[in-house]
């Protein structure tokens, strides 16, 4: 249901949005706030967080989308029924259906991590000392 790419986006792609969004507010903070090591009180790019906030929406839409993609899968494998006679395949309903929850799971814990980063963008300064 749905194509194998269908699937591997469900399985992926809420954790692939979350990497993408830490890895990049990460570099783009470090660079604002600790140009030639040396700290600043505030980011030296007043576009930085605007650009946080966007990449952080963004990261949750395509971790909702996986979610999404998952459970769609999901609910239209469960009422497939295998054709007893066919021969073992990659796309025998039974693990469609796993592939499915596995990647709804998956996507449901990654899309909690978004939501705890994009609430870290809202409520931290990038420029604040974690000591």
Request: net charge positive; charged share 10%; glycine share 8%.
């Amino acid at each position: 249901p749905g194509g194998a790419l269908l699937i591997l986006f469900g399985l992926l792609g809420a954790a692939a949005a979350w990497v993408l969004q830490t890895e990049i507010g990460e570099t783009l903070a470090a660079q604002a706030c600790f140009p030639h090591r040396t700290p600043l009180a505030a980011p030296q790019w007043s576009w930085l967080m605007p650009v946080l906030n966007v990449i952080s929406v963004v990261a949750l839409l395509v971790g909702v989308a996986g979610a999404w993609i998952s459970w769609r899968s999901w609910r239209v494998s469960r009422d497939a029924h295998p054709d007893p006679v066919a021969a073992i395949s990659d796309t025998a309903p039974g693990r469609t259906r796993f592939l499915a929850m596995a990647g709804l799971i998956l996507s449901l814990l990654f899309v909690v991590g978004l939501v705890a980063t994009g609430l870290a963008v809202v409520l931290v300064s990038p420029c604040s000392t974690w000591r």
